[in-house]
């Protein structure tokens, strides 16, 4: 599998694609809408940043709770059901009167069953797509979700303006309920892809399987912790330019759209593998320039710039995929997603701290340092852990997998 159209000519990639295109659609101009209507009301950093990325800090509880279940119910209830209660909790928060503390309640409940999104979803993509497709089809969810997430700031930005933050959240449920339609009559009814019920003592066993293997460990430590603290820097975006964060926001996703174009279609295999150290220290060094703090034009560069790193993704889930059994896929893939925006919610909430106590501007270029270290110190281990991936042949049983 070569080409985009070579996906859309496979049958469900259209209805999975169009599913992921309206959540985080929703998911961005609801974001964007609740960050505006926080911050109008406390005048926080700390509490805005938590508003827009906090429901990560909830993923962790869906993570060891909730999360066996991505492999052990039915993908297309499981994704139905989802956008469903997203469409609702949104909806809920867009109501007059609702006091931040209720705000906040209604993110804990959306952070934590959120976490079987990601493993659903993308565990999907095993399903619909041959193995050899993976790179390709994630690579253009990656690109679907950049480009909604442009749209969605840049749209979400006018709405905000023109019609107001609680219109422009239901605006946003109405985009999960496209995102239940699509997966509800657009994907085929298909069995749970492993045995027995979801259940937290099943979570926990495979979560503690998956984070035996020490070349998983460092993936996984590569996927949440730079890309985390980087998120965590962008979350003080409505802090360090109020009028000009969504422009800020849709810079950013649009460095991350060509960088999964360039990684996901156009780089070879073999070049691949090489880029993933590169690409996660592109991710944070732009940054260190806001230290200097730069004038709007010039972010907005740097936030363009620097989210091509992200791109670094797509090569860690290729190693991810490579040392984990296929009935395990939507767990594994589901504890990166919880684990990534985990880590997104905690950075959010240390950049916020930073920023109260110094500045927006300081605090990215904080984060910035922290992302480099963090990436330089994983760089060794992660070179082992290529030339096991190249050498691993996938295979279907749990035990060959666990060390």
């Known amino acids: ?60 509880l869906g993570a060891t709770l909730l999360l066996s279940a991505a492999d052990r119910l039915p ?5 139905t059901g989802l956008a469903l209660l997203f469409a609702a909790g949104t909806a809920v928060q867009a109501l007059p009167g609702m006091p931040v503390w209720g705000t906040f309640a209604v993110l804990l409940v959306l952070g934590m069953v959120g976490a079987l ?7 999907l993509v095993n399903e619909v ?6 790179v390709l089809g994630r690579s253009l969810l990656n690109m679907c979700a950049g480009t909604m997430q442009i749209a969605g700031f840049a749209l979400g930005g006018l709405l905000v303006v023109t019609l107001s933050a609680r219109g422009t959240l239901l605006v946003g449920a109405g985009l999960y309920l496209v995102s239940a339609a699509s997966a509800r009559f657009g994907l085929s009814r298909r069995p749970a892809r492993a045995q027995g019920r979801p259940s937290v003592a099943q979570t926990w066993r495979t979560n503690a399987l998956l984070w035996s293997d020490r070349s998983r460990r460092r993936v996984y430590l590569a ?25 800020l926001f849709a810079c950013a996703a649009g460095g991350m759209l060509l960088g999964d174009i360039l990684v996901g279609r156009f780089v070879p295999t073999a070049w691949r593998r090489r880029l993933g150290v590169p690409l996660l220290l592109l991710l944070a060094a732009p940054y260190l320039l806001f230290a200097l703090h730069p004038a709007v034009p010039v972010a907005l560069v740097l936030a363009a710039l620097a989210s091509v790193g992200f791109a670094a993704s797509l090569v860690q889930q290729e190693r991810l995929m490579s040392l984990t059994p296929h009935e395990l ?48 110190t994983l760089a060794r281990g992660l070179r082992a852990t290529d030339d096991r991936a190249a050498a691993t042949v996938p295979t279907r049983t749990v035990a060959d997998h666990s060390s």
């Open 117 to 123: 999104g990601g493993g659903v979803r993308y565990g």
């Open 223 to 247: 996927l949440w912790v730079p890309n985390g603290l980087m998120v965590g820097a962008e979350s003080l975006f409505v802090s360090y330019a109020p009028s000009q964060a969504g422009l």
């Open 129 to 134: 797509l041959p193995r050899d497709g993976y």
């Open 329 to 376: 896929s939507g767990h594994a893939l589901g504890l990166h997603t919880s684990g990534m925006l985990t880590m997104q919610g905690v950075a959010a909430t240390l950049a916020g701290t930073l920023a109260q106590l110094t500045s927006p501007a300081a605090a990215i270029t904080v984060m910035g340092c922290l992302s480099l270290t963090v990436t330089l």
């Open 1 to 60: 599998m070569r080409t985009y159209r070579d996906l859309f000519a496979t049958p469900e990639f259209t209805p999975l694609f169009l599913a992921s295109a309206g959540h985080v659609a929703g998911q961005t101009m609801s974001g964007l809408a609740l960050g505006t209507l926080v911050h109008a009301a406390t005048g926080s950093p700390l509490l805005t940043a938590l508003a827009m990325f906090g429901p990560s800090l909830a993923q962790v």
């Open 75 to 79: 993908p297309r209830a499981a994704m």
